[in-house]
Each structure stands twice: as C-alpha cells, then as structure tokens.
C-alpha cells in the first residue's frame, strides 16, 4: 500500500550499545545505510527506553559522530561523562520521516525488508530478521531453522526484492544455506560481491534505506 502523501512515519535509525570513553560518548548500531544523512549534528532523536529510564519520554541532540576502528560512536549534547552515557545504553533511536518523500529505484527502508520471506531455488529458506550496515558493505541477516545465515546484499546474490509479493528472490553459491557447508559459502559469497563491484564501478546511490548495489 502506498503511504498518504505528507503523512509522518517514525524510523529507527539506531541503537546505543555501550559507553566509549570518559567523555559521555557512546558506540552506535547504525540501522541506515546513509548516517552522513540521519547523523548530523544538531539531528534530534526521540528514545526508546524502559518507563523507569531517566530518558522516558526525551529526545537527545547529536553533537557529533566518529569512527573509531570502523565503529560509529556519538556524542550528545547534555551526556557529558560516562556515567550519563551509561543511563542509554540499549536506547533506541528514532526519527520521523515524511513519506511523500520519494525513494531511488531498487531502494528501500529496513523496515520494508525485515519479515519478508527468503526464497532460494522456488524454496522458502527464511525470513529477513534485519540489515547490517556495515562499512564495506551491508548483509541481510537470514533467519532459517538453525543458526541465521549472513547474505551480502549484493545484486549477484539478491537479483530481486518483491514488496508487494512479500519476498525477497536470493541466488546464493552453493550450501551458503547448509549448516555443513555455510563457511565456505560464505566465502564465495564474499567473493561474488568483490567480483561484481570489479565488473562495475558504478554509484549505489544510498539513503537513509537500502539499495541493492551492483558491487
């Protein structure tokens, strides 16, 4: 169904996993491809927290966000020391999205993505249960019957994402989802991807949502 124009829908754009430091930072889980866009400073983020947090009901103000080995950390305006910082960790962050806004081609928010089936081969393998961003590239973390089954999020391996249908078409190598062989396949997966991006060097154009890159 497609959203009513100029209606406000409410992203989650990350987690607080832990406090970094003495000086009030914390260590992000980013849930968007693009944080240059949401992570800016002066971007203000409602919480999720417990009832009995001492951030019910507030909003923090972003100061700025680092890379430390890879890993984002933040800093907010008010968390001056690690003790403050320590009062969010596992808050939820979110931010409000206007949903007349138009979106790329091939190009979705996570919350489009999680819940739809995996289907490899005509076959069912899974369910999406979330996206990893990560620096080199983001991976699709399949939910199956064992142990969830990392997925780069590449066009060679994910040719197709079917909203509508509630599916998403995977053409893996071999046994990436075999309990047996999955570390193999995984590694031949990598390479798939590392292939793609050398036959094409074009831009995926990513927002604060998920594109399928060519590499």
């Not at 780069?152 to 249908?165: E, G």
Request: aromatic share 6%; hydrophobic share 40%.
């Amino acid at each position: 169904m497609a959203p009513k124009p100029g209606s406000i829908t409410r992203l989650r754009v990350g987690r607080l996993t832990k406090a970094h430091g003495l000086k009030g930072a914390l260590k992000v889980e980013l849930y968007t491809d693009e944080p240059e866009r949401r992570f800016v400073p002066g971007a203000s983020f409602s919480l999720q927290v417990p009832p009995e947090s001492p951030w019910h009901n507030r909003s923090v103000e972003l100061l700025e966000l680092r890379w430390y080995n890879e890993q984002p950390v933040a800093f907010f305006k008010g968390v001056e020391d690690r003790t403050a910082a320590e009062t969010l960790v596992k808050a939820i962050l979110w931010v409000d999205k206007d949903d007349a806004e138009e979106l790329e081609p091939d190009t979705w928010y996570d919350h489009q993505l999680v819940g739809l089936d995996v289907i490899v081969d005509g076959m069912k393998v899974g369910v999406v249960a979330r996206i990893d961003h990560l620096p080199a590239q983001d991976l699709i973390v399949v939910k199956t019957k064992g142990d969830d089954v990392l997925v780069p999020f590449v066009r060679a391996i994910v040719p197709n994402v079917d909203i509508q249908a509630g599916q998403i078409t995977m053409t893996p190598p071999g046994g990436l989802f075999d309990p047996e062989h999955a570390e193999i396949a995984r590694a031949d997966g990598n390479h798939a991807a590392e292939a793609a991006a050398d036959a094409d060097d074009a831009d995926a154009a990513h927002a604060q949502t998920d594109t399928i890159p060519d590499h």
